[in-house]
């Protein structure tokens, strides 16, 4: 059985911008799975999903989805896709069944079957009682679960989702994480993008790590976490004194330290100064790095343990923090 | 979890329709939903379309020469006119208006073009559908001019078949043109360009004067030439006024209002498609 995505060095430019959106990625995602691209705003993510779902041309490389190539063979790919945007993109000129039942018989899907299919998400969703409104009487989180429903008419193999949790309130956004845990585990495979990660974390099998148009780690989210040097790290947030020169280097040569990282002046004033050290036992140096700030005469504003998160694993590739 | 019995088919062995029947079926559908929407909102479609031609048959047509302003028979030459111009603004408004929500913040347009047919096919129907339309718009002046013009209501009936024809000619004429309109001009501008556009179009388009009596100010009579409703006009007025006393009445030849409207029709097309894969393919 073929994988149900394989993207090989795919490139995307826009005309008029400097650089390349995707620059030169691969990856694939096997069938069944749940898959993550992470990644800041701007880092590809959109303009990938856009090149698998056949609406944004790929410059170079190649790319397939269900077996069928995205630039030479779109109506096989989109037979067998369902996208769900970032944005509503609902027909506003229909009634909420009606957007169901007109996007299945756009994918042929008959009549008797997009009724019966159509009655049991809307009871599902919670949508039955006003399946006859139109969507601009809906909010943001029922639009969203219309969305969800009109991706599931025509029976996709592959869903898409594009930052779905994005604008949604913390009781819709659990909602939809059932769902699309709910729909793995019958055999769907999922491509999801998100910026979230928790999001990222609680979801998927394997994650792609993305950032300036490229895919700086690929695995499963376990394997990602064994990146950071010793497992975890302690954050160390200082004022700014005439001590802080020459702490990175004390830090470092603190028994037990990996890695020592400035994370420049972040914090709550202009005039601090951060520091991530990673170590295999970064708990155990909270004694000494506190010992080795004041003793240069520095006050400490914080410091706290840091466990193997996906945003550490992030922050470990990138020297910067997501958002 | 109760959520484990979340619907939507099991994915099966997917049954091989052939893509032209996946494509065919997908228009079909898209066809069948905008039906539906101008179904829904047809006293509002009617009203919008037959307002403006009802005045001015009523004006033109029975008024001015009632008292003496026009010529008795002026009706007759009107009613091409507004047949053409009727047909034209209600095919271009079919098009355009809808067009600049599918493609505006929204993008409502994207659940049809990931339907499993080519994308230039979701423009296409957006032109038949124009088209049609329009055409609906032109052939409900009839009735209404039988009715307001009463005995001077006057089309000749030996050439139904060229009738028929001109009026789809108009109707296609504004749908692609519509769809010209929609894919250029940005949300915020298009009433501005309706002001812009319609204007001009109706008043130099021949709807209330036949091209041939224009000689006189023959600057302007060629001006006229450049008007895509100037060949709806006259070709409908070829097929619709009577001859009088064994003349032919006058107007620019059919084979020459033919040839022009299928050039502008074809090179708006043109253009209209490739601004729209344009807007809707990066």
Known sequence: MTDAITVKNLVKTFPKSNGNAVDGVSFTVRRGEIFGLLGPNGAGKTTTIGVLTTTVRPTSGSAEVAGHDVAHDQIRVKQRIAVLPQMNNLDRSLRVREILT????????????????????????????????????????????????????????????DEPTNNLDPQSRLFLWERIQALNERGLTILLTTHDMDEADRLCQRIAIMDHGKILVNDTTAELKKLIPGGNALELQVEMGSGVEGLENRLDSLPGVIKVESMGSSGDGPDGAAYRIYAAEAGALVGPVVQAATGAGLVIRDISVKNATLEEVFIYLTGRHLR | ??????????????????????????????????????????????????????????????????????????????????????????????????????????????????????????????????????????????????VILGPDFSVRTDRIGMLVLMVLLTG????????????????????????????????????????????????????????????????????????????????????????????????????GLRMFLKRVIS
């Open chain 2, 172 to 271: 296609a004429t504004g749908a692609t043109i519509g769809m010209l309109i929609g894919t250029i001009v940005r949300a915020e501008f298009i009433s501005l360009m309706f002001a812009l556009i319609f204007t001009p179009l109706i008043f130099t388009g021949c709807t209330y004067y036949p091209w041939a009596a224009l000689e006189h100010i023959r600057w302007f009579q060629i001006l006229t030439l450049a008007n895509p409703l100037t060949y709806c006009s006259e070709g409908l007025r070829y097929a619709m006024v009577k001859s009088g006393g064994g003349m032919a009445f006058p107007t620019l030849d059919i084979r020459v209002v033919i040839a022009a409207l299928l050039v502008g029709i074809g090179a708006c097309f043109y253009l």
């Open chain 1, 102 to 161: 007109f996007h299945a018989a756009y994918h042929g899907v008959p009549k008797r079957q997009r009724e019966a299919l159509a009655d049991s998400l809307l009871k599902e969703l919670g949508l039955f009682e006003r399946q006859n409104e139109k969507i601009a009487r809906y909010s943001g989180g029922m639009a969203q679960r219309v969305m969800v429903a009109r991706a599931l008419m025509h029976e996709p193999e592959v869903l898409f989702l």
């Open chain 2, 1 to 146: 979890m109760s959520t484990h019995s979340l619907s939507a088919a099991p994915v099966t062995a997917r049954r091989e329709v052939s893509q032209f029947r996946l494509a065919i079926n997908a228009v079909r559908a898209i066809a069948q939903r905008d039906l539906v929407v101008t179904a829904r909102e047809i006293v509002q479609f009617l009203l919008q379309a037959m307002i403006q031609p009802l005045f001015f048959l009523f004006i033109f047509g029975k008024v001015l020469p009632g008292i003496g302003l026009a010529a008795h028979g002026f009706a007759a030459l009107l009613l091409p006119g507004i047949v053409s111009l009727s047909g034209l603004l209600a095919a271009i408004q079919g098009v355009t208006l809808p067009l600049v929500l599918d493609l505006g913040f929204a993008r409502e347009i994207d659940d049809r073009l990931l339907a499993p047919l080519p994308v230039w096919m979701v423009a296409a129907e957006k032109v038949l559908f124009g088209t049609l339309r329009g055409a609906f718009a032109g052939a409900c002046i009839f009735p209404m001019a039988l």
